[in-house]
DNA sequence: GGGGCTAAGCTTTTT
DNA sequence: GCTTAGCCCC
């Protein structure tokens, strides 16, 4: 424990770990080493200086990252990392609200915590009540207004600027008190009544305050004006704040995050000392100034310029594709090279993509070459319905107030409650003002429900009562298969083998879960007073399906750019760079094209050794098919960094897609033949004086005065006389 | 009340 | 092209 582990640290990396009081702002490029700089620094605070793991709390942007970084730490100062406060800005905020919200009035320590979907759902049924139908109003544009005011800390009263503006703050307040009746908070509220909390309670805040003597961000150009203010209100006291970023890699502005928070740190900070970590240690020489020179474009960042002291390495390639298929099938007979050699296997290699729509393809192409995937992100486990309906189950044992929960599942498996039977027992709720489940055991009592139906009802309120009270003595997993047996959802099962075994996987969670919980004894628990279950229902909720991603078996990530943040891979494939999909069109439109630069950039510095791009000529979008242009950011990178293929053949026939080899910066491709060592083809990079770079849609005639209709990435679509054209 | 069909909307990215 | 929501018929 008292090793010094500075030994192997760059003399910039010393300075960060062994910096002692006050702000510090760490600017780490990519692959700079900064996951390293902080859980080296957390084992120099608690080694070295002597203080307590339970005084320093370190903020992570996934529960991946905090789990591998517990996992780093623990390797340097063992179990005392049990006691650090590590975790997402979310997780540290459930903990400490289970801990203290019972004293904002109004809220119960068993809230549920409602995830994206819970939310739509309970926006619609709120303007539903309210009578709202303005087709210009959807259920997500009002989700994005609500999470955008509560990462402002604004409330419904902050709406009234026009009509549009009032009707938002209806739903808004509507929408707040069903959570409240529910006892329910949504993914902003574990942020935003936290910062309330510390703003109603100073005695709170300042319990807090005193208990961080040193707070440790990670990912900081990625947090939004709740964040920030967490932060600055937990550092008040001691101002030992140590933020790690790099604003080249800012890529979640869409969620509200603010770049000027990591751009201004110093002048929000008195005092500041900011160290930059320039040196890269992962990717070639190549694979940097590529990306130096990409992001180099940007004009909102700090000055920061990586270098290395690895090899040259290979160059990136590039290949445009005749369509998204032929586009699958080049990434898969690459892989299947790059996979053969010695070096790489098929867990060293990774595909990111813009959309999650894009992986699709790839899928297909990889189950026909056998080559074992693994899709990171995208519609996850704890997304699938029937493991959303046993949790359902288990969070209306657990708070029956959830009313979203008792509605998903009141009928599921059929028994007879239809939509009908509901609005009654909304009435009698209504009525007698008393929640949805309870109306369920007034029921019996109430004439406007008919014989037979009252006899289901009640039939269900028991069931959930016995649930309620099997819960009490019995574990998680136990819990489950009542569950299943008692409501008859095995029946659904039996015939359903994935959904089987979906919900086996959710067992096994369960079971993994209960085992940590005894393993060790549970001060937290005791500490907020929560039971079991609610403890693993809060795991659950926060939980997705990035963080059980490891690199310990064979496969090929397949993943967003997004997802791909804080990875490294020594191969990486990025499809799509295309206008359109890469600058994506919603981005293009708000001008926010800096941010899907940056997204290209994190992309690139994930490689150690090699790069592949590709783009189509041809994609299906929407179910149509367009003729989308290679990304201007292609552009932005010097062709001295570029090897490019082109698809060669004819665009209209499905087959033969052979591609023949060509330098899209120099040489002319071999294969051709004409007079002058001109001809041209559909398919191909071309570069014309003024508009630049360009791929021939349709050739006419042929030689110099053949006329060549070309695709400019900045400037559309225009015919050109051959002769004007370069080949490249 | 339940099940099956059609139409519309959708896809940016995630804690 | 795919999924969901709403409608209609049994």
Known sequence: MNTTPT?????????????????????????????????????????????????????TFTNKAANEMKGRINGLIGNLTRSL????????????????????????????????????????QCMAELDISDRTLTPRSIRSKIDGAKNKG???????????????????????????????????????????LFNEKPDVLKRYQTLFQYILVDEYQDTNPVQYKIVELLSKKHKNLFVVGDDNQSIYGWRGADITNILDFEKDFPDTRIIKLERNYRSTKTILEASNKLISNNKHRHEKDLWSENVQGDPISYYLARNEKDEAKYVGAQIQL???????????????????TQSRQIEEELLYRSIPYRIVGGIGFYQRAEVKDVLAYLRVIANSQDEMSLRRIINVPARGIGKGTIER??????????????????????????????????????LITGLISFSENNG??????????????????????????????????????????????????????????????????????????????????????????????????????????????????????????????????RAKEKIYLTSSSRRLVFGKEENPTPSRFLLEIPEEFITAQVHQGDFNRASGSRAKKSNLPSKAPVQQSSSNGKSYKAGQ???????GLGTIRNVEGSGDSAKVTVHFARYGTKKIIASYLEKK
Request: proline residues 2%; charged residues 30%; glycine residues 6%.
């Open 685 to 691: 990079q071309i570069e014309h004086k003024k508009f």
């Open 425 to 462: 027992l909304e009435k009698i709720a209504a009525k007698n003002g008393v929640l949805l489940f309870d109306a369920l055991g007034l029921s019996a009592r109430d004439n406007t429900i008919p014989k037979g139906t009252a006899v289901k009802l009640e039939r269900f309120y028991k």
């Open 338 to 356: 790059e996979a053969a050699k010695e070096e790489f296997t098929y867990k060293s290699i990774a595909i990111f993509y813009r959309t999650n």
């Open 476 to 605: 998680i997993g136990e819990l489950i298969d009542r569950v299943l047996q008692k409501t008859g959802y095995l029946d659904i099962l039996e015939k359903e083998p994935e959904r089987r075994e979906n919900v086996g996987e959710l067992f096994n969670i369960a079971a993994e879960f209960e085992k940590e919980g005894s393993k060790e004894d549970n001060p937290e628990r005791d500490e907020s007073g929560t039971t079991e279950l609610n403890e693993f229902l809060d795991r659950v909720s926060l939980a997705s399906d990035l963080d059980t991603y490891n690199d310990k078996t064979d496969q090929v990530a397949l993943m967003t750019l997004h997802s791909a943040k804080g990875l490294e891979f020594p191969v990486t494939f990025i499809i799509g760079i295309e206008e359109n999909l890469l600058p994506h069109f919603n981005s293009i439109r708000e001008g926010e094209i800096e941010e899907e630069r940056r997204l290209l950039y994190v992309g690139l510095t």
């Open 154 to 196: 604004l409330g419904p009263e902050d709406f009234k600027a026009d009509a549009y503006e009032e009707t938002v703050s209806k739903v808004y307040d509507l929408y707040e008190k069903e959570l409240r009746k529910a006892n329910a908070l949504d993914f902003s509220d574990l942020l935003h009544i936290t910062v309330r």
């Open 7 to 59: 030994d192997n640290l760059n003399s910039a990396q010393k300075e960060a770990v062994s910096h002692g009081k006050g702000p510090m702002l760490v600017l780490a490029g990519a692959g700079s080493g900064k996951t390293k700089i902080i859980t080296e620094r957390i084992a120099h605070l608690v080694g070295t200086e002597n203080i307590a793991p339970r005084n320093i709390l370190a903020v």
């Open 85 to 124: 406060w590590i975790g997402t800005f979310h997780s540290v905020c459930l903990r400490i609200l289970k801990r203290e919200i019972t004293n904002l009035e109004g809220f119960g320590r068993d809230f549920t915590i409602y995830d994206d979907g819970d939310q739509i759902k309970l926006i619609k």
